[in-house]
């Protein structure tokens, strides 16, 4: 385990929240991506952690609030009223052991991942268990059913995302390549860019990309 990286099995591109997104708004992305806890960006920094217990704790105890009652209040309230702040964190390229051995000694099931103070992904216990079973199985991915995606750029390779959730803001964690389509190029092939394709295309009017190399507009003939 020493010699494995956290960056080879954190997920990445991690899926962030605003502290001021609602505690069901953000229920309903832990339900909808399949997660337990979500990093929580303000101005691109880290400012906390927002988990499912974090959720569960802001049910008042002993409380006679029926299910449409504890919805609303989940309605108003905000993460920032609920996160955990300045919440512990590792960085890519630790080993995987000071993860295991940060979350053992302070009782948490998960790390958010940070690089020149960017989130960049999230390390959880399940990472630590797949990878004790490949260890000990000697399969390359002791969870075929886990998505991976390869960076076209550097070859990096980002454990824990599908292309269908992967957005035009989602970056590779190390060389900060576009994983899908930017606002300009609407143009894409699966997960790269056609920047490199001989094909071009014609600009989204009124703005232009300078990675995309545009044919001038087709000149029309006489007498058509």
């Known amino acids: 385990m020493e010699r494995h990286r956290v960056a080879d099995w954190m997920s990445t591109p991690p899926i962030v929240v ?9 229920q309903h992305v832990m339900e909808r991506h399949s997660v337990r806890r979500l990093p929580v960006v303000a101005d691109g920094q880290l400012v906390g952690v927002i988990t499912r217990g974090d959720l569960r704790a802001a049910h008042p105890s002993e409380s006679t609030l029926s299910v449409y009652e504890w919805r609303a209040l989940l309605d108003k309230a905000t993460v920032a009223e609920a996160m955990t702040r300045d919440p512990l964190t590792i960085g890519p ?13 302070r009782k948490i099931s998960g790390l958010p991942v ?26 390359k991915d002791a969870d075929a059913e886990r998505p991976a995606l390869v960076c076209h750029h550097c070859q990096t ?13 989602d970056v590779c964690w190390r060389c900060h390549y576009h994983l899908h389509r930017c606002e300009n190029c609407r143009y894409f092939d699966g ?3 056609l920047m490199n394709r001989t094909e071009r295309h014609e600009p989204v009017p009124g703005r232009s990309c300078e990675a995309f190399s545009y044919l001038p507009p087709r000149a029309v003939s006489v007498g058509q």
């Open 191 to 193: 997960i790269v860019c």
């Open 157 to 169: 390779v980002l454990r824990g995302r599908l292309l269908v959730s992967v957005g035009p803001d």
């Open 18 to 26: 605003a502290p001021t997104l609602s505690l069901a708004e953000a």
């Open 93 to 105: 390229d630790e080993p995987v052991l000071a993860a295991a051995r940060l979350m053992l000694a």
């Open 114 to 139: 940070v690089s020149n103070r960017r989130v960049v992904g999230v390390i959880t216990e399940s990472d630590l268990f797949r990878l004790l079973i490949a260890q000990q199985t000697g399969e």
